[in-house]
């Protein structure tokens, strides 16, 4: 995210006490607890639709809610959901906007 330069508090949202999460457009939403490692929960448009799994697979579960759901992605967060799809998912990796090959290449 950072390469892309977006913010990862657009994606990733720290819950603090309240639980408050009802005004969130599309985002994970993680908490810490005691011992355990961190947990997430997916946020869509106000409603937690997923709940209580790790942070790697929270974005794996976005992606898919986002494509079954017919969603388009955030402005502020579309190169990063573009990595997830062309690069990570190799879904139309052929595609690519010139930012995100010039990313692949490097990774690769």
């Known amino acids: ?3 892309l330069s977006e ?3 657009e994606l990733l949202k720290e819950e603090d006490g309240d639980g408050n999460s009802t ?3 599309m985002n ?3 908490t810490r ?3 355990d490692s961190a947990r997430a929960k997916i946020v869509l448009e106000g409603t937690e639709v997923l709940t209580d799994v790790d942070i790697l697979r929270a974005c794996a ?3 898919g809610l986002i494509n079954a759901l017919n969603l388009s992605y955030p402005k502020q967060l579309k190169n990063t959901f573009e990595v ?3 690069i990570f998912l190799e879904l139309d990796d052929l595609k690519a906007s010139p930012k995100i090959m010039s990313l692949k290449n490097k990774l690769y």
């Open 1 to 3: 995210m950072l390469y």
């Open 7 to 9: 913010k990862e508090e």
């Open 23 to 25: 005004d969130e457009l």
């Open 28 to 30: 994970i939403v993680t």
């Open 33 to 35: 607890g005691g011992s």
């Open 61 to 63: 579960l976005l992606m």
């Open 84 to 86: 997830f799809q062309k």
